[in-house]
Structure formats: structure tokens, C-alpha cells
T-cell receptor, first 115, second 112 residues
Framework: EPEVTQTPSHQVTQMGQEVILRCVPISNHLYFYWYRQILGQKVEFLVSFYNNEISEKSEIFDDQFSVERPDGSNFTLKIRSTKLEDSAMYFC?????????????FGEGSRLTVL | GNSVTQMEGPVTLSEEAFLTINCTYTATGYPSLFWYVQYPGEGLQLLLKATKADDKGSNKGFEATYRKETTSFHLEKGSVQVSDSAVYFCALSDSDTGKLIFGQGTTLQVKP
């Protein structure tokens, strides 16, 4: 069964360092998302991406964050200068079509720990 | 704006007990509604969904009915198992953007 894969599963970094989280969405999917879950809290929307551009972003997704799809398969989330409060589980998700009946498929997440 | 509210957890039940996790929503338009489950150490998996009013989603013994009049999508299971221990998230799909908006999650612990 096709699945969304994310790497790394866990990354520990020092405050101020750049981090890139990688995702390989399901191959025929067209819409891509990043969500964040701070430990014990709700899953929060960060950004959606379609047709090689951001279609929507939340207030959390400030200038320190960026996304790109560099090669038609990977979908990356970059945090330019990490802060302690960026420590969270980051989930990538994809869907095949922009209809609200379309299921979002999630990866297993990348845990980011900022020290 | 659109939002989802779930009952506070954790919920602790004995095996074979009846489960209800309440979920209510606020939305413009006609969103689809979902329950996702997160087992310990794993990602989010779709448990069930309903796309219009009065639809009932069901999977693995879990059920939820889309109630437009009460803006609710409560999750139920008649007889829980230890393996159902997980965090359950109610979510709605924004009808304009397609993004999911999640509730805060409810932790279920089932004891043998």
C-alpha cells in the first residue's frame, strides 16, 4: 500500500541551527501539507502546497519556515534558525485531489528536538 | 472560523466497555468530518469519515454519525479492546481550502 514517508524520524539540533525535514508523498498526489504537534497538544496546520507554490499558510509559518518540492518527489520543510519552541513532531501529509472528501494521508512524523 | 472541540481526556475504560468520545464542530459551508487515530509512537491514521449530514462512518467497530443539527460527530464503539488504546483526533476538512482542522485529541486507555 502506498504511503507517505518522512525522514529523519528524530533529529536533535542546537538552537539557531537550520533543519530540513524531508517527505516523500504518495506518487499520484497533488496536494501537500505540513502539520506540527507540540508534545501533548493538538495537531496544528502549518502550510499547504499545490502546483509548486504555497496555497495557504498559518500564523505559525513565519519567515523562518520554507517549503519546496525540489525534484518532483521530495517535499521539504526548512526551518532556517531553530528556536526552542520549534521542538515538536512534524507531520507531512498528501492528498490526491482538492475535494473535501479526499483523505489526507499522513507520514509517521519527524520528531524535532531543539536544545 | 472553523474549529473542532473534543471532550477532555484521558478516558480510561475496562476492556469490553462502551466508548463515546464527543466531538463538536463550528464550520461555514459543508465540511467533511473525520476521526484519526494515533497509536503510541506512530503517525496519524484515518479511522473513519463522513462527507455529508446523516452519513455514518464506520471502521474496526468504531462508528460516528454526522449530525448537522447538533454540529456533532461523536465517536462510539460498543466493546473496546486493549489494542484500542491511542489518541483519537476529530477533524474537519475546510470546504474552501481542503486543509484539515483538528481537535485537541482525546487519549483513550483501555485496561484488561
Amino acid at each position: 500500500e502506498p504511503e507517505v514517508t518522512q525522514t529523519p524520524s528524530h533529529q536533535v539540533t542546537q538552537m539557531g541551527q537550520e533543519v530540513i525535514l524531508r517527505c516523500v508523498p504518495i506518487s499520484n498526489h497533488l496536494y501537500f501539507y505540513w502539520y506540527r504537534q507540540i508534545l501533548g497538544q493538538k495537531v496544528e496546520f502549518l502550510v499547504s502546497f499545490y502546483n509548486n507554490e504555497i496555497s495557504e499558510k498559518s500564523e505559525i509559518f513565519d519567515d523562518q519556515f520554507s517549503v519546496e518540492r525540489p525534484d518532483g518527489s521530495n517535499f521539504t520543510l526548512k526551518i532556517r534558525s531553530t528556536k526552542l519552541e520549534d521542538s515538536a513532531m512534524y507531520f507531512c501529509a498528501s492528498r490526491v485531489a482538492h475535494i473535501d472528501t479526499g483523505e489526507l494521508f499522513f507520514g509517521e512524523g519527524s520528531r524535532l528536538t531543539v536544545l | 472560523g472553523n474549529s473542532v472541540t473534543q471532550m477532555e481526556g484521558p478516558v480510561t475504560l475496562s476492556e469490553e466497555a462502551f466508548l463515546t468520545i464527543n466531538c463538536t464542530y463550528t464550520a461555514t459551508g459543508y465540511p467533511s468530518l473525520f476521526w484519526y487515530v494515533q497509536y503510541p509512537g506512530e503517525g496519524l491514521q484515518l479511522l473513519l469519515k463522513a462527507t455529508k449530514a446523516d452519513d455514518k462512518g464506520s471502521n474496526k467497530g468504531f462508528e460516528a454519525t454526522y449530525r448537522k443539527e447538533t454540529t456533532s460527530f461523536h465517536l462510539e464503539k460498543g466493546s473496546v479492546q486493549v489494542s484500542d488504546s491511542a489518541v483519537y483526533f476529530c477533524a474537519l476538512s475546510d470546504s474552501d481550502t481542503g486543509k484539515l482542522i483538528f481537535g485537541q485529541g482525546t487519549t483513550l486507555q483501555v485496561k484488561p
